[in-house]
């Protein structure tokens, strides 16, 4: 019903959905009322929606998709009243809907970027707490054998200390023998004494009085005697006090040499395990680190062959999109079958006819289309579970074995040949495809070999044929 009128008619009947309509009554007040009242037919509107959106499970996977339909299907009511401004609203539905379209291929693109950039996070965690426990445990290590060099540091003490006991008691020991021994050296003279009074008194009384006049002498002289040698024994005893004052027995100290050497030894044992496992550890690190750079290497060169796939996939999916939008002369987000198929020939021109039936008949079967238009921007929304519906998967499928048959082609023209070199991939692909344009093969030459573009000409590498074919499957600039 437009804006002007058409206010002669008495009811019209307007399907919004197929299981809900909406009856609109014509009349003064359908479009207009008084203040304080609201239009039948927003009343209408409002009490359609408030009922659709009470008949939406919010447990829906795709609730948002449906409450998006409910305000769609209302905002199309809207347009189909207001005649006069229909080309502007339709105008500006388009444009939603486009931008919409655009927002899903947006998320489409960044959603392996958020997975990826958790796998990094997950990696470099798993790393630092690796690096974090080498750490701990050569921390534990280190602070081991400073322990053991500290016992062996008190041993080394306690033995100096029983050596300087041992060397005291040896002292007191010699000061005693050299006691003893003087104190039987003067028995021995007393006893030597003792046996000369009696021989003396023995001999006849001519003798005995001669002797008694000469015992005093004989007294003085041996007094004196005696007391030289007493003189003599004690300077010797001082000399050997002062010399031999820190002298240990032997077999004590071949013990304690014994002892300390067998302690020297263990120490440089220990030192050297040390010093062994510290060179171990270096050559760890640096192995670690070469391991980690390889790998940083194959992991960067795999991340870029997927991107270059997913890239592909998504540049297939938007210039699709881009040649269907252009075949949508009247803009209404509808195609007929023949526009369809016609739009599908022209995005991808190296499909064969039963290959673009193919295409039709998924589209129909999509969106479950009886008459004879396509809705081409449903295609384009995402299931359920976040993935492509059923054509753009066909799609997909379709480009992997256009892409598999190149490859098969491919190998095919390499021949029987083992090894490839740069030129020989280059010679194979200019005659599969001779309209291939340099970058473009450039490119593909680059990320099979894995070196830079400047760098091709002076490659002289030879790769296993099978490994460069494999690269290749993400990275042939041929069209689809």
């Not at 609730?63 to 769609?72: C, I």
């Not at 050497?261 to 060179?279: A, C, I, N, V, Y």
């Amino acid at each position: 019903m437009s804006a002007g009128g058409q206010e002669g008619e008495n009811t019209v009947a307007v399907s919004v959905k197929p299981s809900a309509k909406m009856v609109c009554w014509t009349g003064s007040d359908y479009l207009y009322a008084g203040p304080g009242r609201k239009p039948r037919f927003l009343r209408q509107l409002e009490s359609y929606v408030n009922r659709e959106l009470q008949t939406i499970n919010p447990h829906e996977p795709e609730l948002q998709e449906l409450k998006l339909q409910v305000y769609r299907d209302v905002f199309g009511r809207f347009i189909e009243e207001f005649k006069t401004y229909q080309p502007l609203l339709c105008a500006i539905k388009k444009e939603y809907e486009n931008t919409l379209v655009y927002q899903q291929l947006q998320i489409r693109d960044l959603e392996p970027l958020r997975c990826h950039l958790r796998l990094v996070t997950e990696e470099c965690d798993r790393r630092i707490r690796a690096r974090w426990e080498e750490e701990q445990a050569l921390e534990r290590e280190k602070q081991q054998l400073q322990k053991d060099v500290e016992a062996m540091r008190e041993k080394e003490t306690v033995m100096q200390t029983l050596v300087a006991h041992l060397q005291s008691e040896l002292a007191d020991q010699y000061l005693l023998y050299q006691e003893q021994s003087d104190a039987h050296e003067t028995l021995i003279a007393k006893l030597n004494d003792l046996t000369s009074c009696s021989v003396k008194e023995e001999e006849p009384a001519h003798e005995n009085t001669e002797g008694e006049d000469k015992d005093p002498v004989m007294l003085r002289l041996a007094l004196r005697v005696c007391r030289e040698d007493l003189t003599k024994a004690q300077v010797e005893l001082n000399r050997i006090q002062a010399e031999y004052w820190d002298v240990v027995p032997r077999r004590n100290w071949e013990t304690l040499e014994h002892t300390h050497q067998q302690t020297l030894l263990q120490l440089e044992r220990l030192q050297g395990d040390f010093d062994q496992l510290r060179s171990e550890h270096d050559t760890l690190l640096e192995l670690h680190k070469r391991g980690s750079m390889h790998a940083e290497s194959d992991r960067s060169i795999t991340e870029q062959m997927d991107e270059s796939v997913h890239h592909r996939q998504n540049q297939l999916q938007s210039n699709l999109l881009k040649v269907l939008i252009h075949s949508d002369a009247s803009e209404s987000g509808t195609l007929t079958v023949q526009e369809f198929r016609a739009a599908l020939r022209t995005a991808l021109p190296l499909k064969s006819d039963q290959a673009i039936d193919a295409l039709v008949a998924s589209a129909e079967s999509e969106l479950d289309s009886s008459n004879d238009t396509i809705a081409y921007q449903r295609l384009y929304s995402l299931g359920a579970n976040g993935k492509n519906g059923e054509f753009l998967s066909l799609v997909m499928r379709q480009s992997l074995e256009d892409r598999q048959l190149y490859i098969s082609q491919l190998r095919v023209q390499l021949g029987d040949k083992g090894e490839v070199s740069v030129s020989d991939l280059r010679a194979a692909l200019m005659c599969i495809d001779p309209a291939l344009d340099s970058d473009a093969l450039d490119w593909s030459l680059s990320l099979a070999f894995q070196v830079k573009k400047e760098e091709l000409n002076q490659c002289d590498t030879l790769l296993d044929r099978e490994t460069v074919l494999q690269r290749l499957v993400s990275v042939l600039p041929r069209q689809d």
